[in-house]
Nanobody
Framework: QVQLVESGGGLVQAGGSLRLSCAASGRTFSRYNMNMGWFRQAPGREREFVAAINWSGRNTYNVDSVKGRFTISRDNAKNTVYLQMNSLKPEDTAVYYC?????????????????WGQGTQVTVSS
């Protein structure tokens, strides 16, 4: 069993930055080779993929809309995954979720992930 807890959300102005954290408990990322992803969901819309990182941190993938602005990283010694968000836009406003899976390749669909956090809200004002 894995428990995930997100933090770092808040209200920022357009062009500002936030750094989200996802802390895992119950087992370490490195030992179980768990890939991690960030998703977001705005009111009335489906949950969408944002970024993913493999178990070692060597490989990452970001959705086109955040490339050059968001960076996913991880610190396995701290059982933590991060999402650095720069140059934020109003359309980035959503609840951001951390997710994990035990696959050997990176996935971009929510159904492929086994573990989920409760989410943290990010609001970007214009």
């Amino acid at each position: 069993q894995v428990q995930l807890v997100e933090s770092g959300g808040g209200l920022v102005q357009a062009g500002g930055s936030l750094r989200l954290s996802c802390a895992a408990s119950g087992r370490t990322f490195s030992r179980y080779n768990m890939n991690m992803g960030w998703f977001r969901q705005a009111p009335g819309r489906e949950r969408e993929f944002v970024a993913a990182i493999n178990w070692s941190g060597r490989n990452t993938y970001n959705v086109d809309s955040v490339k050059g602005r968001f960076t996913i990283s991880r610190d396995n010694a701290k059982n933590t995954v991060y999402l650095q968000m720069n140059s934020l836009k109003p359309e980035d406003t959503a609840v951001y979720y951390c997710a994990g899976d035990s696959a050997v390749i990176l996935h971009t669909t929510p159904a492929r992930y086994d573990y989920w956090g409760q989410g943290t809200q990010v609001t970007v004002s214009s």
